[in-house]
C-alpha cells in the first residue's frame, strides 16, 4: 500500500536556525505531493504543492520544497524559523490518476521554534 | 469567498450513540473528503463524494457512512460509537479536475 513517512517526530530549533523536514512516499506512478501546516488551534492549511515542473516549488511564508523523483523525497525547508512557526506539518500525496485523489498523509512533524 | 465551515465544533457522546458530522464546501467545490486524525493514527481518509455519489472510500468499518446533497453540503454519520472514534474529523473540498483540498476547522468528538 502506497505510503508516506515523515522522519521527524518533534523538532525544536531556536530562532533564525534553517528548517529541513524529511517527506517520503512509497509508489512507483506519478504523485502530487503537499505540505500541509497545522498551527495551533487552527485549521490545516495548505503550504505548497508540487504537480510537474521546476522540481523547486516555493510557498508561502518563506516556506520551499524540492521533489527528488530520484530518492522519492520531498523535503520542506526554510532557511531562518520563527517563533510564529511552531505548528505540526505534514507531508501529502494524491496519486496522479488513481483513487480520485484522496490525500495520503504521513504522520506529522511537531516544529517547536524556541524565542 | 468563505471557507469549508464544518457543524457542531465540538461533540461528547456515550458509547453505543451515533453522531451525525456536517460539512459546507466552499462555493463552487462539488468534491467533499473527510478525514479522521488521531494522536496514533494521524491523518485517515474516510470517503470522498462528488455530485451525490460516493467515488472513494478508505479502510473504516462500515459504521462510518457519508452522504452528499444536491448543493455539495455533506454529512457524516457514525453509528455505534465506541471509545476509538474520538478524534478531530475534518472536511476538505476541492473543484473538479483541482488536485488541491482545502480543509474546514473540524469537528472534535469525545466519546465516552
Known amino acids: 500500500a502506497q505510503s508516506v513517512s515523515q522522519h521527524n517526530h518533534h523538532v525544536i530549533l531556536s530562532e533564525a536556525a534553517s528548517l529541513e523536514l524529511g517527506c517520503n512516499y512509497s509508489?512507483?506512478?506519478?504523485?502530487?505531493l503537499f505540505w500541509y501546516v497545522q498551527y495551533p488551534g487552527q485549521h490545516l492549511q495548505l503550504l505548497l504543492k508540487?504537480?510537474?515542473?521546476?522540481?523547486l516549488v516555493k510557498g508561502i511564508k518563506g516556506f520551499e520544497a524540492e521533489f527528488i523523483k530520484s530518492k522519492f523525497s520531498f523535503n520542506l525547508r526554510k532557511p531562518s524559523v520563527q517563533w510564529s512557526d511552531t505548528a505540526e506539518y505534514f507531508c501529502?500525496?494524491?496519486?496522479?490518476?488513481?483513487?480520485?485523489?484522496?490525500?495520503?498523509f504521513g504522520k506529522g512533524t511537531k516544529l517547536s521554534v524556541k524565542p | 469567498k468563505a471557507g469549508v465551515t464544518q457543524t457542531p465544533r465540538y461533540l461528547i457522546k456515550t458509547r453505543g450513540q451515533q453522531v451525525t458530522l456536517s460539512c459546507s464546501p466552499i462555493?463552487?467545490?462539488?468534491?467533499v473528503s473527510w478525514y479522521q486524525q488521531t494522536p496514533g493514527q494521524g491523518l485517515q481518509f474516510l470517503f470522498e463524494?462528488?455530485?451525490?455519489?460516493?467515488?472513494n472510500k478508505g479502510n473504516f468499518p462500515g459504521r462510518f457512512s457519508g452522504r452528499q446533497f444536491s448543493n455539495s453540503r455533506s454529512e457524516m454519520n457514525v453509528s455505534t460509537l465506541e471509545l476509538g472514534d474520538s478524534a478531530l474529523y475534518l472536511c476538505?473540498?476541492?473543484?473538479?479536475?483541482?488536485?488541491?483540498?482545502?480543509f474546514g476547522p473540524g469537528t472534535r468528538l469525545l466519546v465516552l
Open positions: 476538505a473540498s476541492k473543484t473538479s479536475g483541482q488536485e488541491t483540498q482545502y
Open positions: 463524494y462528488f455530485s451525490e455519489t460516493q467515488r
Open positions: 462555493s463552487g467545490h462539488r468534491s
Open positions: 509508489y512507483g506512478g506519478t504523485v502530487n
Open positions: 508540487y504537480f510537474s515542473g521546476d522540481p
Open positions: 501529502a500525496v494524491t496519486l496522479y490518476g488513481g483513487s480520485q485523489g484522496n490525500l495520503i
